[in-house]
């Protein structure tokens, strides 16, 4: 019922910046909490950020914490990381994901989103 499709990966030096899109499509996300998630090489998948509806409420791993920064704009059922400062161990597929409908509290457990997009990578060099 909802199509996510993530862009804006790429490959960035040490200390540089990029900002990801999660387009949504199918029907409207803006009642839904929404997350980002990543899976570094060899490692499982692993919570990174997620946002509440009004796009007020956020809940952040700590690792990148006061680096990154979700939002969202409903009118284009569009969410975004903006990602600074970025380091070696950021490398990652990224993934953006909805979490269970009527969920009423932010969650950073991967089987509480059912709707998944396909991933970015996100490289960064040393």
């Known amino acids: 019922q909802v199509q996510l499709v993530e862009s804006g990966g790429g490959l960035v030096q040490t200390g540089g910046s990029l900002r990801l899109s999660c387009a949504a499509s199918g029907r409207t996300v803006s009642g839904y909490n929404v997350g980002w998630f990543r899976q570094p090489p060899g490692r499982e998948r692993e919570f990174v950020a997620a946002?509440?509806?009004?796009?007020?409420?956020?809940e952040y791993a700590e690792d990148v914490k006061g680096r990154f920064s979700i939002s969202r704009v409903n009118a284009k059922n569009t969410v975004y990381l903006q990602m600074n400062g970025l380091k070696p161990d950021d490398t990652a597929v990224y993934y953006c994901?909805?979490?269970?409908?009527?969920?009423?509290?932010?969650?950073?457990?991967?089987?509480?989103?059912?709707?998944w997009g396909q991933g970015t990578q996100v490289t960064v060099s040393s």
């Open positions: 994901a909805t979490q269970i409908v009527g969920a009423t509290r932010l969650s950073r457990k991967l089987n509480e989103y059912v709707y």
């Open positions: 946002l509440s509806p009004n796009g007020i409420v956020t």
